[in-house]
């Protein structure tokens, strides 16, 4: 299904009773909808939740920004130090316009915000920027801007960072494989089966490694967020593997010690994947505050 929001188009998938307390998933760096595993969906709304799930800007079936370049990282870095405004198509704050513009769209007054990686990101802006839609944060594998913290293992950042060796299903497949093995969960293995069907069926849906390079010059464009996460008023939970090579555990505690009041769950053997096996806790974590009463 899709939606117009914030003037562009958005590819989402809606599950649930509709007068149930709505979850809007939002996926990271480079990631379709798709990666939010359906084994979680199918156990958000057995515990009485409206999910919605959808494709940021840029990525799988929502509208791409073809018109605009992918800006050079090194610019933008230059231009941060200088104290300047760097030149990109967007931030992460316009992202988390897109998700409030979904919200608009399916006439949503307030739900509850989850994010993963660069989608905890757009979730934390979300919060920061419109208090008043939101039920509940939650945070998963993600981080501040703040630039101190400790960056990605160099082995994690140049398989994020470097393209597959051709285009075809086998090249593309094995490239997946390969960043699962990086930054995925040591102490939850991903079954290789099970994985290469995955990394086909997204290829399958959507290719589009331009809109990799223009989100994460807006994760690197939008700096140190710290500030803003100092007002959000929203019950907050930070889930972060002890594992995580992409992003560390740094990133999530810096998350927790920044947004007031927020809570952290730290899970031993996970890395930067939502291994099925986890589900139940990263739910429960989750209730932790999406049962709590809102403050705003």
Known sequence: MKAQAN???LEYEDYGAKDAPPVLLIMGLGAQLTLWPMPMVDELVARGYRVIRYDNRDIGLSTKLDDEPAPAITAIVTALMMGSKPDVPYLLSDMADDAVGLLDALDIDKAHIM???MGGMIAQMVAALYPTRVLSLTSIMSTTGNPSLPAATA???AVLTTRPDGSDEAAIVAHGIKI???IG??????DETA???RVLRDFRRMYYPT????QMAAIVASGDRREALKGITAPTMVIHGADDPLVPLAGGRDTAATIPGAKIVEIAGMGHNLPEVLI????DAFEEVAKAPATA
């Open 280 to 283: 139940g806790q990263v739910l």
């Open 195 to 197: 994985l290469t069907e």
């Open 211 to 214: 809109g990799f390079a223009r």
């Open 115 to 117: 994010g993963a990686s």
């Open 180 to 182: 699962e093995k990086v």
């Open 155 to 157: 082995e994690a950042m």
């Open 7 to 9: 003037g562009i188009e």
């Open 185 to 190: 969960s040591p102490g939850y293995p991903a």
